[in-house]
């Protein structure tokens, strides 16, 4: 009798209940039973499904062994119901399942249950707000801009960065980031480590994205107390009075010795019953019914208790505060009972812990289509939830961290350089307007070269530059924008017009230059004889 694991993912309830169904009629033994002087064949008790299919769930992994076997029962109850089984005489539907020695048989066919369809929820989580991203309200017909008003300093430091004298570098102007922006950061960030941790493509078919509520999300990590209980600013959502100190008289439950004890038997059973009729009325389960299909969903991470523990944590922060508050008591409080060895039986019948589980599984988990496995997939969760509550309680810090980090990383100033661009001035910001395509192209050509040509002529008109600077700024513009330059100085000549060339004074002529360079004495020889 084995049973395979079914991970998280969309619908697991209905696949547990088809692969239990396919296990409960490919295996249980049939024989032969007499029954008021008559044979059938191929049938069994009612005792004998209950032991069997006991047995089964005990042993599965998915269920574990707190199945109890007044849980088996109501199974094989909803079992008949659905047609699963029916009765010798094949009756089913509207008959009683009682653990006796009534005989069942298998019906020819017993279909097995579709998988429900749901309608199409948004497949992607919520994008990550950027700072490109345009706010709800605006159009792309009235983006606005911000223009800048540039001087001839700061053209050369925006021309130094063109030609690669310094890294180039792209300024962002951040619009403020609102209360909203924070809010979706929050929502979507979070269901993004949701989907991440149960390893799914998409949470449309687990979770319906619009019924989260960052608000809550927000409130459940920031208001808490120092024991790391949420604190709600409705107090009339508070438990009330008499529940609250019925629940902290049972987790502080006293000492045999201690003079404080009630002094009648079965206090504490009244305590509890106060307790359970309160949870057990609650018109909604604590994990509501819309957040039904992810945690059991997480249910199937429950081999991978460290990733299992990390999921709880991320659902139960999308809880209401007042569900996540009542959530965090109830579970200190069964942990407490469980945990101490004083406390007088609360049940004649069943042990402490599995009374606990029995009595508070449903308020806690619960699907609003009663789902056919949802006694047995609530006390899974109530019992992982008690041995593991101190840890699925507390906010998960590496997601907290890593919005929060998000959240300063978009609140921070614009990028640029030391000393850079410190001149520029932004008039009132203006408004774009839709073009044609025969102004876009012309712009696009022509446009840029408007303003490049008249930086070009205050390098020329520059007086304060020497001819030495300006040949070499006007040569670096020649360089960059060849196009510009040629259209300004067409010609040679044109180019020399703006450094004309100043005459060559004449060297001044010495006197002694005319003369005949000096000439040694030579004596000659005497022609006289």
Known sequence: MEHRIVGPGPYRATKLWNETVELFRARMPLRRHRCRF????????????????????RCSQNFGPEVTRKQTVQLLKKFLKNHVIEDIKGKWGQEDFEDNSHLYRFPPSSPLKPYPKKPPYQKDVIKFPEWNDLPPSTSQENIPVRPVVMNSEMWFKRHSIAIGEVPACRLIYRRQLTEANVEEIWKSMTLSYLQKTLGLDSLEEVLDIKHVNSKFIIHNVYSVSKQGVVILDDKSKELPHWVLSAMKCLANWPNCSDLKQPMYLGFEKDVFKTIADYYGHLKEPL???????????????LQKEKMAIEAFQICCLLLPPENRRKLQLLMRMMARICSNKEMPPLCDGFGTRTLLVQTFSRCILCSKDEVDLDELLAARLVTFLMDNYQEILKVPSALQTSIEERVAHLRRVQIKYPGADMDITLSAPSFCRQISPEEFEYQRAYGSQEPLAALLEEVITDTKLSSKEKKKKLKQFQKSYPEVYQERFPTPE????????????????????????????????????
Do not use: I, N
């Open 287 to 301: 994990l509501t019914f819309h957040l039904f299909d992810a945690f059991v969903s997480v249910l199937g991470l």
């Open 38 to 57: 008559k044979s059938y064949e191929c049938c069994f008790t009612a005792a004998e499904a209950v032991d069997w299919l006991h047995e089964l769930l």
């Open 494 to 529: 044109s180019e020399a017009l703006l450094f004309p060339e100043k005459p060559k004074p004449k060297p001044q002529l010495l006197m002694w230059a005319l003369k005949k360079p000096f000439q040694p004495f030579q004596r000659t020889r005497s022609f006289r004889m």
